[in-house]
């Protein structure tokens, strides 16, 4: 077995982290017969191919390299949800005059106190992801560098585990502009953001994406002076725009610095500083930006160098990651792929749907389609952002398609709670079937699961206008997408019967 990693600080939340995820002086197994099947990748994906194959009673070897459970657990959801919940505690103690209190003022930011919880929080749930978990699951855990060595086989520390299938679920990285200077100016990313102990009092963020707006915003919320930059105009790009443009209105307010449509030219490091020198528009005078720390949150690259995929046959792309078709095959018949190295959608909870497929298709020679997968996402800001299927641009370019809006002002419970930013809103075709829809609100990631199942089940506005929800709540905002529905299937000439039919009746 490799070197087991180290984490910073040394302290006894990541020691029991490391206990589960990459314990000290853990003894690879020895690989005997051929196994059904070899996941290579322990994050999301990985973890649910090897414990649903063993769970079904194949036999299975789990391979990483690094720290199970991937960036879901480490580096990505639990981490930062841990750090924006504690930013959004602080950020609503210090705006309780808005209810009638005067008791913000105390309201102090703790960055160490609620990085420490973080640590703590993350290693309750490592043990889930554990290696003893999947053992006792009946899984051989290897950790250790893996390498194809040819179309059935796969080194892991000189050590040959031949297999009928395997998947590869190696996940992805934070990717690196081409900026001069920055590779070697000591920047953060996701992978060692969360190592922090002190709060930076500048931080520059590269990078307009999800990760860089929910970092922006927490580390704003904990007193630190935030610029973002990133060379489209829009904050979070693959949003709606009028989403997009409720968050840029947060930020702004709460004294976030945008620099949207900003080329960086280079980065230098002066003493403890890191100078950043960026165009804000073409042809725009050059400014400096100092700052303490710098964050690169700038997309992602797949992990794909280094596995031997020539050896077993498998086609693959630097950037775009290892080719699949709709059943999530390789080239290599044998092989699969699931999760960030492969998929259009980078989210735990796709990379969990993938796995799921891999499993009918590698296992039991299933039909399954990733291409039938309805996904949803959301981003973690405060108003949250979620979305799932058509967006407001396909919709305008598709005929027959008719888009509803209300905004969550005229929602009671968001009223009532001073969560009044933002909106819901569908696109429908003729039959009332919802093709898409984007939330903006306080809890958009929570509501956004009741247009996902619509979709999935083929619910129609007509049938969400017939569901009885409690009030108040803001899922009500539904209910009034579905009236709106109901409204408009009131032609001139329907509402004409009526009126006709009513008289007669007085």
Same mark, same amino acid.
């Given at each position: 077995?490799?070197?087991?990693?180290?984490?910073?600080?040394?302290?006894?939340?990541?020691?029991?982290? &490391?206990?589960?995820?990459?314990?000290?002086?853990?003894?690879?197994?020895?690989?005997?017969?051929?196994?059904?099947?070899?996941?290579?990748?322990?994050?999301?994906?990985?973890?649910?191919?090897?414990?649903?194959?063993?769970?079904?009673?194949?036999?299975?070897?789990?391979?990483?390299?690094?720290? &199970?459970?991937?960036?879901?657990?480490?580096?990505? *959801?639990? %981490?930062?949800?841990? +750090?924006?919940? #504690?930013?959004?505690? +602080?950020?609503?103690?210090?705006?309780? =005059?808005?209810?009638?209190?005067?008791?913000?003022?105390?309201?102090?930011?703790?960055?160490?106190?609620?990085?420490?919880?973080? $640590?703590?929080?993350?290693?309750?749930?490592?043990?889930?992801?554990?290696?003893?978990?999947?053992?006792?699951?009946?899984?051989?855990?290897?950790?250790?560098? !893996?390498?194809?060595?040819?179309?059935?086989?796969?080194?892991?520390?000189?050590?040959?585990?031949?297999?009928?299938?395997?998947?590869?679920?190696? !996940?992805?990285?934070?990717?690196?502009?081409?900026?001069?200077?920055?590779?070697?100016?000591?920047?953060?990313?996701?992978?060692?953001?969360?190592?922090?102990?002190?709060?930076?009092?500048?931080?520059?963020?590269?990078?307009?994406?999800?990760? !860089? *707006?929910?970092?922006?915003?927490?580390?704003?919320?904990?007193?630190?002076?935030?610029?973002?930059?990133?060379?489209?105009?829009?904050? &979070?790009?693959?949003?709606?725009?009028?989403? #997009?443009?409720?968050?840029?209105?947060?930020?702004?307010?709460?004294?976030?610095?945008?620099?949207?449509?900003?080329?960086?030219?280079?980065?230098?490091?002066?003493?403890?500083?890191? *100078?950043?020198?960026?165009?804000?528009? %073409? !042809?725009?005078?050059?400014? $400096?930006?100092?700052?303490?720390? +710098?964050?690169?949150?700038?997309?992602?690259? %797949?992990?794909?160098?280094?596995? =031997?995929?020539?050896?077993?046959?498998?086609?693959?792309?630097?950037?775009?990651?290892?080719?699949?078709?709709?059943?999530?095959?390789?080239?290599?018949?044998?092989?699969?792929?699931?999760?960030?190295?492969?998929?259009?959608?980078?989210?735990?909870?796709?990379?969990?749907?993938?796995?799921?497929?891999?499993?009918?298709?590698?296992?039991?020679? =299933?039909?399954?389609?990733?291409?039938?997968?309805?996904?949803?996402?959301?981003?973690?800001?405060? %108003?949250?952002?979620?979305?799932?299927?058509?967006?407001?641009?396909?919709?305008?370019?598709?005929?027959?398609?008719?888009?509803?809006?209300?905004?969550?002002?005229?929602?009671?419970?968001?009223?009532?709670?001073?969560?009044?930013?933002?909106?819901?809103?569908?696109?429908?075709?003729?039959?009332? $079937?919802?093709?898409?829809?984007?939330?903006? #609100?306080?809890?958009?990631?929570?509501?956004?699961?009741?247009?996902?199942?619509?979709?999935?089940?083929?619910?129609?506005?007509?049938?969400?206008?017939?569901?009885? $929800?409690?009030?108040?709540?803001?899922?009500?905002?539904?209910?009034?997408?579905?009236?709106?529905?109901?409204?408009?299937?009131?032609?001139?000439?329907?509402?004409?019967?009526?009126?006709?039919?009513?008289?007669?009746?007085?």
């Amino acid at each position: 077995m490799d070197a087991a990693p180290h984490l910073e600080p040394d302290d006894e939340s990541n020691r029991r982290l &490391l206990a589960a995820v990459h314990p000290r002086g853990w003894v690879n197994p020895s690989p005997s017969g051929r196994y059904n099947l070899v996941v290579l990748g322990g994050g999301t994906a990985g973890l649910v191919c090897a414990a649903g194959a063993a769970g079904l009673g194949a036999k299975v070897a789990l391979v990483e390299k690094h720290l &199970l459970g991937g960036d879901c657990l480490n580096v990505g *959801c639990v %981490p930062s949800k841990a +750090l924006l919940g #504690a930013a959004s505690a +602080l950020h609503a103690a210090r705006n309780l =005059g808005d209810f009638g209190s005067a008791w913000q003022e105390s309201a102090e930011a703790s960055f160490a106190h609620a990085m420490a919880r973080m $640590r703590r929080l993350r290693a309750d749930l490592a043990p889930i992801d554990s290696a003893a978990r999947f053992r006792d699951l009946g899984v051989d855990v290897f950790l250790g560098q !893996g390498r194809f060595t040819g179309e059935d086989t796969l080194d892991v520390g000189g050590q040959t585990l031949r297999f009928s299938r395997a998947v590869i679920a190696t !996940g992805a990285r934070a990717a690196l502009p081409p900026i001069p200077g920055l590779a070697t100016s000591g920047y953060l990313t996701n992978e060692s953001v969360f190592s922090l102990t002190t709060r930076p009092r500048r931080l520059a963020v590269i990078g307009g994406g999800p990760i !860089g *707006c929910e970092l922006a915003q927490a580390f704003r919320r904990f007193g630190a002076e935030v610029t973002v930059l990133a060379a489209g105009a829009q904050l &979070l790009p693959k949003e709606d725009a009028d989403a #997009a443009a409720v968050v840029r209105t947060a930020f702004e307010r709460e004294g976030i610095h945008l620099a949207l449509g900003s080329t960086i030219t280079r980065v230098e490091v002066t003493g403890e500083n890191k *100078c950043l020198t960026y165009s804000p528009a %073409p !042809g725009a005078p050059e400014v $400096r930006l100092e700052v303490d720390a +710098l964050l690169v949150a700038a997309g992602r690259a %797949p992990n794909v160098e280094g596995l =031997g995929l020539e050896a077993a046959g498998v086609a693959f792309e630097p950037r775009k990651g290892v080719r699949v078709d709709e059943r999530l095959r390789t080239s290599n018949r044998r092989l699969f792929a699931a999760g960030d190295v492969a998929g259009q959608y980078q989210f735990t909870h796709a990379a969990d749907a993938m796995a799921r497929i891999v499993l009918r298709n590698a296992l039991f020679f =299933g039909r399954a389609r990733s291409t039938r997968l309805i996904v949803p996402w959301a981003t973690y800001t405060d %108003p949250e952002v979620a979305h799932v299927g058509m967006g407001q641009k396909q919709a305008d370019a598709t005929p027959g398609v008719s888009t509803l809006t209300v905004h969550m002002k005229d929602v009671d419970r968001a009223l009532l709670e001073g969560d009044t930013e933002g909106f819901a809103r569908v696109h429908i075709d003729r039959k009332g $079937r919802i093709l898409g829809g984007t939330l903006v #609100a306080r809890h958009a990631g929570e509501m956004i699961a009741e247009l996902s199942l619509a979709m999935t089940a083929g619910i129609t506005m007509g049938q969400i206008a017939e569901t009885i $929800r409690p009030y108040p709540t803001q899922a009500e905002v539904f209910k009034k997408l579905a009236d709106a529905y109901s409204r408009t299937r009131l032609t001139p000439g329907i509402k004409r019967a009526f009126s006709w039919l009513l008289a007669r009746r007085r």
